[in-house]
């Protein structure tokens, strides 16, 4: 079956370090691949997504991009701030974006120090 | 501000007894929506997903007796824990979908102990 495996965390960085946070992922067919964050006490919200091979996704400083050949979908940030420390889940549907059912991965808790 | 609430974010109760979560979507009318499960340091685990007016669809190794989803009308869809046991304490999360734009609004999430 479809499957997401994320970089273990935690992870903590200085302000304004460099941000990667690796994905890769198992799935017959062609998936749409997603970030979501979760911002304490707040429920998962869309960061970006990619629906096909090379696509790249970006949003609030972040990017990913869909990578076919390696099956991987990494998040980098180039500069992070404090407001950044969230914890950030890796998925992916087996269809273009809707109601189809997502799988996650463990999910990767930053924190970012001044 | 929140798109989809859920209610109680927060429940302890005892052995045997029986836990309601609410998951309601605010300003749209959601015809399906999703309940997860999440353990410490583990994925989101899908557990079901809610149609409204329908029976819902468990996903392979849920208990449907154990975890009952009623989606009565187009804004909310509950999750009730019968019988309640410690090993069912976790973080449950609904999500909700937005047909019209498609898409997918998550809860803050409702964390249950059960002791």
């Known amino acids: 079956g479809d499957s997401v495996t994320q970089m273990e965390g935690p992870v903590t960085l200085s302000e304004e370090a460099f941000l990667t946070i690796n994905c890769t992922y198992t799935a017959t067919g062609y998936p749409s691949l997603f970030w979501y964050v979760q911002y304490p006490g707040e429920g998962l919200q869309l960061l970006l997504k990619a629906t096909k091979a090379d696509d790249k996704g970006s949003n609030k400083g972040f990017e990913a991009t869909y990578r076919k050949e390696t099956t991987s979908f990494h998040l980098e940030k180039g500069s992070v701030q404090v407001s950044d420390s969230a914890v950030y889940f890796c998925a992916l549907s087996g269809a273009n974006f809707g109601n189809e059912k997502l799988t996650f991965g463990t999910g990767t808790r930053l924190t970012i120090i001044p | 501000g929140a798109v989809v609430s859920q209610h109680p974010s927060r429940v302890i109760c005892k052995s045997g007894t029986s836990v309601k979560i609410e998951c309601r979507s605010l300003d749209f009318q959601a015809t399906t929506m999703f309940w997860y499960r999440q353990f410490p340091k583990q994925s989101l685990m899908l557990m079901a997903t809610s149609n409204e007016g329908s029976k819902a669809t468990y996903e392979q190794g849920v208990e449907k007796d154990k975890f009952l989803i009623n989606h009565a009308s187009l804004t909310l869809s509950t999750l009730t824990v019968t019988s309640a046991h410690p090993e069912d304490s976790s973080f449950y999360i609904c999500?909700?979908?937005?047909?019209?734009?498609?898409?997918?609004?998550f809860g803050e999430g409702s964390r249950l102990t059960v002791l």
């Open positions: 999500s909700a979908y937005r047909p019209n734009t498609g898409e997918l609004f």
